[in-house]
């Protein structure tokens, strides 16, 4: 069974529909990475984000960041349903994600910095 999903598209700088096998390692390859973190975002009702999660340990070849969320993200991302705990057909309209999805430098990457909290 195929779901509907889009693919956020860092490097061509855009979101395409596709139909794809609700299993992890096609999220890998689809992302293009080894091991996959969730965004979750009101504005996406039960859809999520699928990202690289160690995309901020390599060298970007694009990036995205979402409106709403702090940070940018390294690499691609796909967003696709949920329904108790498993994958399905997304519900967010193209339009939406383009609303939603702003493409970033992929050199940008914020300086990392610690805060120290005296009680």
């Not at 096998?21 to 990475?33: A, Q, R, T």
Request: charge should be negative; charged fraction near 25%; aromatic fraction near 10%.
């Amino acid at each position: 069974m195929k779901i509907r999903a889009f693919k956020i598209d860092s490097l061509n700088r855009e979101i395409v529909e596709l139909q794809i096998d609700p299993s992890l390692k096609v999220f890998n390859e689809v992302i293009g990475c080894r091991c996959v973190d969730v965004i979750r975002l009101d504005a996406l009702g039960t859809d999520v984000i699928y990202i690289d999660d160690e995309g901020l340990y390599q060298v970007p070849e694009g990036a995205f960041s979402v409106r709403g969320l702090y940070g940018v993200f390294s690499g691609n991302g796909l967003v696709v349903g949920t329904f108790e705990g498993q994958d399905v057909d997304c519900t967010t309209t193209l339009d939406k994600l383009k609303k939603l999805i702003r493409f970033e430098d992929p050199h940008y990457r914020p300086e990392p910095a610690l805060q120290f909290i005296v009680l």
